[in-house]
């Protein structure tokens, strides 16, 4: 088993760390952020991730997980070296490689001889050569395994991935960090870095682009009068098309997809091809954040002066506490500047949390405890993120309480018949 340092203990790296300690490997996970490493320290998971909290109680009950201060810290003994840090989106579309670089440099004179640096951040191709040029260490192999799990399956994602992707060209290193996942029963593929870096990219701009592409067609299905359930589901028997990922909804987000796909079009054009079907699929997105937002604005329509909207769901979708180019944001941005009011339910946001002030400091909107609370005297009602329990909202009790009747169901979550049945006018995406 090998010893491993992970730089970065975000949504990432403490998966991996966790993960990697779980299949027997002796895991030092290192942060800047001194408060969430003693949170890690003292057994609590700062995030909202099914399964995490077990499989850290285990690590250090095992002694195999530790969390440590200062990415030094973790590396000056460790054979693997994970670096997970945020690559953001910067001022030009590109990845800012700025959290990559120092996390590399801080790392740089500790490396003991003959271990392996592994990219494991979204990171634009020619990176892992960036990498390698800040440690200036030529005993050092530099390794791209770029990571594919989603939020909110996170641990299931990285235990039973659908393959493996290492980059490199140094036959043993590569070999090195693939006998790290031995135990995992997932195709590995050995390509070089460049081709390693694209793959990532080009997966998750893939994905958005089937995404943008339904939710399009979701649009034409309500000019045309058809149904996009029955349609996704019509298509995807198709194996070439696939069942997944065919949900329409209030537009696509998140930490990645929005900042890889801009990033993707930004590494075209450097490298001389204009990648402009991606900027459709991003205007796509956008125009989707603007009908969705129409509908709640057209929801209050007739309403008394100051009656609000409830909004169902934060976070960028369901199963995590993730609020990063979160969907339902972009739409309340727009309803509110419109000059709506909003008060705001989310099972992962809690009202006594900063988290959302912190990162839409200018957004005005009231966070409430549960969503009845927050539909008294509502005009009308709207469901921006799938979390399960607004599937089994009570329709009898929300009839008493708000003053209107108006549903918008950004995601298709409810069944229509439910809240018409109660008298409400309910509005879904593409039916
Ligand atoms: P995150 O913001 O949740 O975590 C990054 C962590 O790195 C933070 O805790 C931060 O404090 C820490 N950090 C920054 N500089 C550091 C340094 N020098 N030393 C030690 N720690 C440092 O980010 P994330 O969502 O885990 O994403 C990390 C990378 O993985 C990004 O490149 C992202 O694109 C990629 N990725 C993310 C996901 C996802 O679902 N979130 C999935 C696949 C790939
Ligand atoms: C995505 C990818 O799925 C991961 O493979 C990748 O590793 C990760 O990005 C990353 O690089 O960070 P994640 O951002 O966690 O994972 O979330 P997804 O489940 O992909 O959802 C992204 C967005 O698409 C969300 O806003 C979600 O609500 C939306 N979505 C997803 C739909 O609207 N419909 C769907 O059918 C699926």
Redesign the pocket.
């Known amino acids: 088993m090998a010893s491993i340092a992970i730089i970065g203990t975000g949504y990432v790296g403490l998966t991996t760390g966790a993960c990697f300690s779980h299949l027997g490997h002796d895991v030092i996970c290192a942060d800047v952020d001194a408060d969430k490493i003693a949170r890690l320290q003292a057994g609590e998971i700062p995030i909202v991730e099914k399964g995490l909290d077990r499989l850290v109680d285990e690590g250090i009950r095992s002694g195999k997980l530790s969390f440590v201060l200062g990415a030094a810290n973790a590396s000056k003994d460790a054979e693997f070296h994970y670096l997970c840090v945020p690559t953001p989106q910067g001022d030009d579309g590109a990845a800012d490689l700025s959290y990559l670089e120092a996390a590399a440099a801080e790392i740089a004179s500790v490396l003991p001889n003959n271990s392996v640096v592994v990219n494991k951040s979204?990171v634009p191709v020619g990176s892992t050569r960036v990498v390698a040029r800040v440690l200036g260490r030529s005993d050092v192999a530099v390794v791209s395994n770029p990571?594919?799990?989603?939020?909110?399956t996170a641990v299931s994602d990285f235990l039973h991935p659908d393959r493996v992707v290492i980059g490199s060209g140094d036959q043993e290193a590569a070999i090195r960090v693939a006998a790290l996942y031995a135990r995992i029963a997932a195709p590995i593929m050995v390509t070089d870095p460049v081709s390693a870096e694209t793959i990532k990219y080009a997966?998750?701009a893939f994905?958005a682009s089937k995404?943008s592409f339904v939710n399009a067609i979701a649009t034409l299905c309500e000019a045309v009068g058809a149904d996009v359930n029955d349609v996704v589901l019509g298509m995807g028997y198709d194996p070439r098309i696939g069942r997944e990922?065919?949900?329409?909804?209030p537009g696509?987000?998140?930490?990645?997809?929005p900042k890889?796909t801009r990033a993707l079009a930004k590494i075209a054009q450097d490298a001389g091809y204009d990648f402009h079907f991606l900027n459709e699929v991003l205007r796509v997105n956008d125009d989707q954040f603007d009908r969705t937002a129409q509908k709640l604005i057209d929801s209050v329509d007739g309403a008394a002066e100051g009656s609000h909207i409830v909004a169902l769901g934060l976070t960028?979708?369901a199963g995590t506490d993730d609020l990063r180019d979160s969907?339902s944001i972009e739409v309340l941005k727009r309803v509110t500047a419109a000059g709506i009011r909003v008060k705001a339910y989310d099972p992962a946001v809690l009202a006594d949390n900063n988290s959302l002030s912190r990162i839409y400091p200018e957004l005005d909107i009231e966070i409430m405890p549960d969503p009845y609370s927050a539909a008294e005297g509502a005009a009308s009602l709207a469901i921006l993120t799938e979390w399960d329990e607004f599937a089994w909202l009570d329709f009898d009790k929300l009839a008493e309480i708000m003053i209107g009747r108006n549903i918008v169901d950004a995601r298709n979550l409810l069944d229509p018949s439910v809240p018409r049945r109660r008298g409400f006018n309910y509005r879904g995406v593409g039916r």
């Open positions: 979204t990571e594919f799990l989603r939020e909110g997966s998750n994905l995404l990922f065919l949900r329409p909804g696509w987000g998140g930490s990645c997809f890889d960028f979708k969907p």
